[in-house]
């Protein structure tokens, strides 16, 4: 029987160009099972997008684009976003399930599981310059020394406010603390009978 060729990441960055396939804006680990050397397949499990045209029309079929053009068998898997932890948490248990997992936030309770991804930070940077500080304070662990993740890029999730029911309410900025939310909002809801909104959907993103 023939010897199947292993994959690595160093081969797996080199012929992605690096961050090619982790193109969300969050951080990327890799489970050792997989990544350290298989055959030429690379398992993906990312968090279904909240535009599902981003997933069918363009995701999946960019990243079947890429393994074809580097002689690799991609599967990508969506999942629920709030399933990503005991998802992961259940695949580094048994041993089994994806290479590339892709978090919202810092998975930092994983780093005991997970390659350290220190030389996919160093390639990045080679080829793109320096890591973004809140990459980097998302991803390495100053104490052990570990890049327990990679993240490619971040996004700012703002809030937003109505500014004339605001500025009724002597505050035309806007909310600064979140003690403002608080005194605020109360005022606003009293003498203008509106009611502050904040997302606490059962989700780590509510919008």
Known sequence: MAKRKLLTRRDFIKAAGVGAVTMGVAPTIFIPRQAHGASKELKILVWSHFVPRFDKEWYDGYVQKWGQANGVKVTVDHINLAE?????????????????????????QFEPSVLNLGDVVKEAEKR??????????????????VFYSFCPGWTIDPGCYRKSLWEKA??????????????????????????????????LDSN
């Open 84 to 108: 990503i932890p005991s998802r992961t948490a259940a695949e580094i248990s048994a041993s089994q399930g994806h290479d590339l997992i892709e978090w919202i936030a810092p998975p930092s």
């Open 128 to 145: 793109y310059g320096k890591q973004h500080p809140l990459a980097r304070r998302s991803t390495y662990n100053p104490n052990s020394k």
């Open 170 to 203: 002597g505050k035309g900025n806007g909310p600064e603390t979140w003690e403002d939310l608080i005194t605020y909002g109360g005022k606003i809801k009293k003498d203008q009978g509106i009611q502050l909104g904040i997302g606490l959907s059962q989700e």
